[in-house]
């Protein structure tokens, strides 16, 4: 899934969440900017093991490594990443770090609904993917992320 759509879907996840626990006023949660930000970075961070993604762009000098070392869908596709970040939060008591973890856990879904799948119980290479799977950077994918936010939108704001 190309990052729009991760962002996209993300989104539509997060808000509609949102909407669910905090009723109409959803918006005016306390902490919603610094979560929507750790969320945004967990919605980036799995696809930090491609030197070429958005995310990998802007840090080549820990891309490269991770990408050399696990490959793309690698360590960072499995339930071990989102794992990491939340224990890491913990021993640092940092509780944003659950926001993150959301974040990639979304990413993960995501990247779960294209043809490639995650290797979810890596280093097994198993590839875990949905029954039916929406191919990457097609129309498929962007009429998908945006019906999907479209109804978050819906939704949260009772139209
Ligand atoms: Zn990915």
């Not at 969320?39 to 080549?60: A, C, E, M, Q, Y």
């Not at 596709?77 to 659950?98: C, D, E, K, R, T």
């Not at 993917?129 to 019906?147: Q, Y």
Request: aromatic share 16%; glycine share 10%.
């Amino acid at each position: 899934m190309m990052v729009q759509g991760h962002i996209m879907i993300g989104a539509a996840v997060y808000i509609a969440a949102k909407r669910y626990f905090y009723g109409d006023g959803w918006y005016m949660a306390p902490g919603i900017v610094i979560e929507s930000l750790c969320v945004f970075l967990g919605l980036l961070l799995p696809d930090v093991d491609h030197p070429s993604s958005t995310i990998g762009k802007r840090v080549k000098w820990l891309s490269y490594p991770v990408w050399a070392f696990f490959g793309h869908r690698g360590i960072t596709h499995s339930f071990i990443f989102p794992l990491l970040i939340v224990f890491a939060g913990h021993y640092y008591n940092i509780a944003l770090m659950q926001w993150v973890a959301l974040g990639v856990i979304l990413h993960l879904l995501g990247d779960f609904l294209t043809p490639s799948g995650i290797p979810l119980l890596y280093p097994l290479k198993t590839s875990y993917r949905a029954p039916i799977t929406i191919p990457t950077n097609g129309i498929g994918e962007a009429v998908f992320c945006l019906f999907a936010f479209g109804l978050a939108l819906l939704y949260a704001f009772n139209i």
